[in-house]
C-alpha cells in the first residue's frame, strides 16, 4: 500500500511540474496566446494530460523495477537513494528541456527536438549564438526544477524511507500488473493506435497545441526515432555536384507548357480520398471486373489518369505525398515529425493565400500517423474526426461510410467559398465491417476487402448524384484519388509497379467539355497532384519542388516509391525497386542492359537527394 500511495503522489508531483512549466511557456509567448479565446487556452490543460501520463508511465518503469529489486537486497536505503537521484537528475533535464525550448521557439517556432540537439555537437556555435535573455530563461527553468527537487524530497521521496511490511512474494507477484499498467499509460490506454502528438493537438493556434505537447515526451520520442534521423545520408552513394546535376535535369524539363483544362479560374475544390484503393478494383484500369460500378459510371463524366501511382504504402504517407509534394522513404514518417512536416509547403497554405477555406473531415482516429497534427500545423482551417460525430453509426474503426457521405454533404454545405475540403473514406480498411452485402467472391483472401471496395464505390455514386443540385457544385471541381494502394485477388508482388498504381478522377462541371469522359495517360503520383492543381490556377508551384506538373508536356514522369524497407522508381519505360533489408534488388525491368543500369542508377540519385533535403529540414 506504501508503494501504491507513493506512485499516486510520483504521478501527482510530476503533473503539477509539468502544469507549471506549461504557465511558465504560455507567459514568455502571451502576445502569440493572446489571439485564441480563454476557453481554448484552458483546454491546454485537458489535452495534455495523456503525454504527460505517458511520459511518467516511461519514468515509473526503471522505479518499479528498483523498489521490486530492493525486495531482495539488505540495505533499503540504496535503493531509495538511487531513485531519488533518478528523479533529480531528471527534473534538471527537465529544466533544461524547457529552458531551451522557450529559447528555441523564439527562433524556430518549434519545440526542442532531435534536429535541434544535434547542434550541440558544435558548443561554441550554442554558446555564441545564446543571448543573455536565452541564458536567464535556462537559468529560471532550471531554479523551479531545483525547488522541486526540495518538494520531491520532502513531501514525496519521503514514503520510500519508511519499512514496509509487504513480503518479497507479494511484491514479485504485483510486479507485472504494476508493468502491465505503465504500460497502457505509456501507449494512452486501449485504443487501437498508440499515443502521439494528435492527441494533443486540438487547435488551429499552433502554439496553443505545442504548449500541450509534454516537452520530455516529445524529446523522448525524438530521440527514439533518431534511427529516422539519420547522421549521414543513407543513400548517399555519388558526389553532391552529380546528385544536383541528376536533379537540374529533372526540374531543367519543367518550362511552363501547362494545358488547361478548367473553365473557371478560382473552383471550388474537392477531394475524396478513399482509402486503400488500388487500380485492381477499377476495369479501366486493368483491373477486375464489376467491383466498381459507380466509378466506372462517373469515369463518363470525367478525366481518368490511368497511369497514376502512390509514392508509398500508409495513410500518413499518403497526405504529405498529396498535399506536400514530399517523396516518401522506407524508414522515415515525415509527417510524424512536427518540426520538419511544418516546414514543408502544403496545398493548404497555397490556396489560402487566395481566399480558400481548407478542411479535412475523417470518419476515425485522425491520431494515426500523426495526420491530424500535420493538417492542423499546415493551416487547415476545419479538421473533424470520429470525435466530432460520435453519434453517427460506426464500426471497429469509425463512422461508416454511406453516412460519411451524407454528413460530408452536410458539411461543404456551410463552407465559404471557395473552398478546398477533403473526405478521408474508411470502410475499405481491415477489418472491413461495412453495413453493407458481401457478394462479390474471387476465391481469394482479399474478398472481404474487395467487397469493402464495393461498398465505398456505392456510397462514393450515391454522393456524387446527391449533390448536383447543391448550389456550390457547378463551381467545384472533383480529385477522387486513393490514398495508397492494397492486396487484391491479382496477388500483385511487394514491390511491383502495379502494387503501387491506384486510381485518380478529375471531374465536375468546371472540366471543360473535351476533357469528360477521356482517359490521360501521362505518368503520375500523389506528388504531382498539388503541383498541378496550382498550375491549373495559374499560381506558383515552384515551392513544390519533387512535384510535377501533370499537364506539362515537356515535364519528366517519374513515380518514386518506397515499400517496406525498401525504394524504387518507375519511369514510362522502366521500373527498379531495391530491397535494404535484403539488400537484393526486387524489380528490374527496363527495354536494355544499358536501360536497367541507368533506371538503378536514378533511383540512387533521385533518393539520395530527396533525403539530403528531407536532413536539412
Known amino acids: ?56 508511465s516511461y519514468l515509473l518503469v526503471p522505479i518499479i523495477l528498483l523498489i521490486w529489486l530492493n525486495s531482495f537486497l539488505k540495505n533499503k536505503q540504496f535503493i531509495a537513494k538511487v531513485i531519488y537521484w533518478i528523479s533529480c537528475f531528471f527534473l534538471l533535464i527537465s529544466g533544461l528541456i524547457n529552458g531551451g525550448e522557450v529559447a528555441l521557439y523564439s527562433e524556430w517556432q518549434t519545440k526542442l527536438n532531435f534536429t535541434a540537439l544535434a547542434h550541440f555537437k558544435n558548443p561554441s556555435e550554442i554558446f555564441s549564438t545564446a543571448s543573455i535573455g536565452h541564458i536567464f530563461t535556462i537559468l529560471l527553468f532550471l531554479l ?44 494512452g490506454g486501449f485504443q487501437p493506435i498508440p499515443i502521439n502528438l494528435s492527441d494533443a493537438y486540438f487547435s488551429n493556434t499552433i502554439i496553443l497545441n505545442d504548449i500541450a505537447v509534454n516537452s520530455n515526451w516529445n524529446i523522448l520520442q525524438s530521440i527514439l526515432k533518431s ?38 479560374n478560382q473552383p471550388n475544390i474537392v477531394f475524396v480520398l478513399l482509402e486503400s484503393w488500388s487500380a485492381d478494383n477499377v476495369e479501366s484500369l486493368g483491373g477486375l471486373k464489376g467491383i466498381t460500378p459507380n466509378f466506372k459510371s462517373l469515369e463518363k463524366e470525367g478525366l481518368l489518369f490511368t497511369d497514376f501511382y502512390s509514392n508509398g504504402w500508409t495513410s500518413d ?16 514518417a515525415i509527417i510524424n515529425q512536427s518540426d520538419k512536416a511544418r516546414k514543408l509547403p502544403c496545398l493548404s497554405k497555397s490556396l489560402s493565400k487566395q481566399g480558400y477555406h481548407s478542411s479535412f ?43 460519411m457521405f451524407s454528413q460530408f454533404k452536410q458539411e461543404l454545405n456551410e463552407l465559404p467559398q471557395p473552398f478546398m475540403s477533403t473526405l478521408f473514406t474508411i470502410s475499405s480498411h481491415s477489418p472491413f465491417d461495412f453495413p453493407g452485402e458481401h457478394k462479390l467472391s474471387f476465391d481469394s483472401k482479399e474478398d472481404d476487402y474487395v467487397n469493402s471496395v464495393a461498398y465505398t464505390d456505392k456510397c462514393l455514386g450515391d454522393f456524387m448524384h446527391s449533390v448536383k443540385d447543391e448550389d456550390w457544385f457547378r463551381h467545384t471541381l472533383f480529385i477522387i484519388v486513393s490514398d495508397h494502394s492494397h492486396g487484391s485477388p491479382l496477388k500483385r508482388r511487394v514491390a511491383q509497379k502495379e502494387r503501387y498504381k491506384i486510381p485518380m478522377l478529375w471531374m465536375g462541371e468546371v472540366l471543360k467539355k473535351e476533357y469528360k469522359g477521356k482517359q490521360y495517360i501521362k505518368m503520375g503520383s500523389h506528388i504531382d497532384i498539388s503541383a498541378s492543381i496550382l498550375a491549373q490556377l495559374n499560381l506558383n508551384n515552384s515551392d513544390f519542388y519533387f512535384g510535377n ?29 531495391f530491397s535494404e533489408s ?23 540519385l533521385y533518393f539520395q537527394a530527396a533525403f539530403k533535403e528531407y536532413m536539412e529540414l
Open 317 to 332: 504517407q499518403g497526405m504529405s505525398s498529396l498535399f506536400s509534394s514530399f517523396p516518401v522513404f522506407p524508414y522515415v
Open 361 to 403: 473531415f475523417f470518419g476515425g482516429q485522425l491520431t494515426y500517423g500523426n495526420i491530424k497534427g500535420y493538417l492542423l500545423s499546415q493551416g487547415f482551417d476545419l479538421v473533424k474526426d470520429e470525435n466530432d460525430y460520435e453519434d453517427l453509426p460506426y464500426g471497429a474503426l469509425g463512422v461508416h461510410d454511406e453516412f
Open 227 to 264: 534511427r529516422s534521423h539519420f547522421k549521414t545520408n543513407p543513400y548517399k552513394k555519388y558526389s553532391d555536384k552529380e546528385c544536383e546535376e541528376f536533379m537540374f535535369e529533372l526540374s531543367a524539363n519543367k518550362k511552363d507548357t501547362n494545358i488547361s483544362i478548367l473553365n473557371v
Open 549 to 577: 506538373n501533370l499537364f506539362n508536356s515537356t515535364a519528366n514522369s517519374i513515380v518514386p516509391f518506397a515499400f517496406h524497407k525498401g525504394y524504387g522508381l518507375i519511369t514510362p519505360k522502366a521500373n527498379y525497386a
Open 144 to 187: 523551479i526544477s531545483v525547488v522541486f527537487i526540495c518538494i520531491y524530497k520532502n513531501k514525496v521521496h519521503i514514503i520510500l524511507l519508511t519499512k514496509s511490511s509487504v513480503g518479497v512474494l507479494k511484491k514479485s507477484l504485483m510486479l507485472p500488473v504494476f508493468l502491465g499498467i505503465l504500460l497502457l499509460g505509456i501507449r
Open 1 to 56: 500500500m506504501k508503494y501504491i500511495f507513493y506512485i499516486f503522489r510520483f504521478i501527482v508531483f510530476w503533473l503539477f511540474f509539468f502544469l507549471l512549466n506549461r504557465i511558465l511557456f504560455a507567459l514568455f509567448f502571451i502576445k502569440e496566446i493572446s489571439t485564441a479565446s480563454v476557453a481554448e487556452i484552458l483546454t491546454i490543460v485537458p489535452k495534455s494530460i495523456a503525454l504527460d501520463i505517458s511520459f511518467i
Open 582 to 604: 535484403y539488400n537484393k534488388v526486387f524489380e528490374s525491368h527496363a527495354p536494355d542492359s544499358i536501360s536497367k543500369v541507368q533506371i538503378k542508377k536514378d533511383a540512387e
